[in-house]
């Protein structure tokens, strides 16, 4: 055993602390992870080890990463990469550029982001090295999924899956497949969402690799609640917490505490909701670890709830100027959608179509059906005191198109168009619904088109 060896081969036995922290960070168990790291980095200083010590800085960056310790992990990355550049390892290099572009992506430079994978692709490629080819279309891909290219991450996720099977890297296949069922729920598909998350946590957990169980878990409960069975959701999330919580990794935690944020507001449960989205903000800053949604468009759903208009409508003005200034195409649909919502019960009529337009347009852009019912529903909310016939029809348009992505309205959605409903007139609802029971995306963009311009004369 090399690392029981007394004096020897003092180059050789950082290597071999380097290499088993590498596996107590995989299993999560981050304090003696970094133990590892920190002596390695000693013997390799000692001994002249450039590239050993670039592998002792990257992998202690990813533990300070874990630990939502952002501007540490940077540090250590860049004096990573300038190891790395001075041992000549040109693999190692690559690691650490893939693990700087996830910097600057989380920090909103997502140009800068994609530049360092490019390197990191090209040097990759160069050394033959196909495991860490396999890691960068990962991160390729989950960039992608930030600005919301949807098909190319999932083409990225497809490839780096087909990668590893060639190599024989098995370990790898639960999280991919976790990520293109996070892709899946993005593009408003839970069906295939939850098959892929029930896949990924059966063989995350046969692999014993529990940060991969928890994403899978957070992924399963965000598709269930979608498919419209509340229970199952609260119990797989709440399985996802405690895997999450043993990790003692905040970025994962914060991650799961969103899921049950938006789970709680689903269920019309404010307090609970708001309890879960103010601990995901205060267990991690980092954006990388939201998907769907934030917390703080839960916060400010809950506000406008609760009838603080003008509280919803800070709090949604603040993070869409984030999400605008980060390139986060989806966040800011969601956040231009929550102003739509406050400027519609304010009677702003005129703010309301704009800022629905906008979201309207991200949500087919990136092919999120889910995301245009949204739209659709907020839109009838607002027609119904000036074009009731066609507040109907998007309510059909709606129910269609959730039926065809086989999802199904949340108790808070479901009492939303309830109330609708019930101002147009049970008749006349009725008769909407059944008009536009058939209608595909295409269909119900056009329909909704119609009926902004309506209301944009109406207001002139």
């Not at 929550?338 to 949500?363: C, F, P, Q």
Request: hydrophobic letters at 45%; proline letters at 2%.
């Amino acid at each position: 055993n090399v690392l029981a060896l007394n004096g020897g081969d003092e180059e050789l036995r950082g290597r071999a602390i380097v290499a088993l922290g590498s596996l107590l960070l995989l299993s999560g168990e981050l304090e003696e992870a970094d133990k590892c790291f920190g002596e390695a980095r000693e013997l390799a200083a000692a001994s002249g080890d450039d590239v050993n010590l670039a592998r002792a800085l990257l992998y202690a960056g990813f533990v300070a990463f874990r630990h939502s310790h952002l501007a540490e992990a940077k540090t250590l990355w860049e004096d990573a990469l300038t190891r790395a550049e001075s041992g000549g390892d040109q693999s190692v290099a690559a690691s650490v550029l893939r693990s700087l572009a996830i910097v600057a992506g989380t920090e909103g430079r997502q140009d800068r982001a994609g530049e360092l994978l490019d390197q990191a692709i090209g040097l990759a490629q160069e050394s033959g090295d196909d495991q860490l080819l396999r890691l960068l279309l990962g991160s390729s891909a989950e960039m992608n999924i930030w600005l919301g290219r949807y098909d190319v991450a999932e083409k990225a996720y497809g490839d780096a899956l087909s990668l590893a099977a060639e190599i024989g890297d098995f370990s790898a296949r639960p999280l991919l497949l976790a990520e293109l069922g996070w892709v899946a729920l993005l593009r408003g598909d839970p069906v295939t969402a939850r098959r892929l998350s029930v896949e990924a946590a059966e063989l995350a957990e046969d692999l014993g690799t529990p940060r991969v169980l928890a994403h899978a878990l957070r992924l399963d409960g965000e598709a269930v609640m979608r498919l419209g069975d509340p229970a199952a959701a609260f119990e797989t999330l709440d399985r996802a917490f405690t895997v999450a919580e043993n990790l003692n990794a905040p970025a994962e935690l914060a991650g799961v505490r969103c899921s049950q944020a938006c789970l709680a507001l689903e269920l019309e449960d404010w307090e609970g909701a708001r309890v879960h989205a103010v601990e995901a903000i205060e267990t991690s800053g980092l954006a990388h670890s939201m998907r769907r949604t934030t917390p703080q468009w839960v916060l400010g759903m809950v506000a406008l709830a609760e009838g603080e208009f003008g509280s919803a409508g800070e709090q949604f003005q603040e993070s869409l100027a984030a999400a605008v200034e980060r390139g986060a195409p989806r966040h800011e649909a969601t956040f231009s959608l929550g102003l739509a919502a406050v400027h519609t019960v304010e009677g702003r009529n005129r703010e309301a179509v704009s800022r629905i337009k906008r979201a309207l347009d991200l949500w087919s852009t990136l092919g999120d059906p889910l995301g245009v019912v949204d739209c659709l529903v907020v839109l009838a909310e607002l027609a119904a005191t000036t074009a009731t016939e066609g507040a109907a029809e998007l309510l059909g348009a709606a129910e269609s198109l959730r039926d065809l992505a086989g999802a199904k309205a949340t108790p808070r959605e479901a009492a939303q168009i309830a109330a609708i409903s019930k101002s147009l007139g049970r008749t006349f609802a009725t008769e909407g619904l059944e008009a536009a029971a058939k209608m595909d995306q295409a269909d119900a963009v056009a329909a909704a088109g119609r009926i902004i311009s309506l209301i944009e004369t109406g207001n002139q």
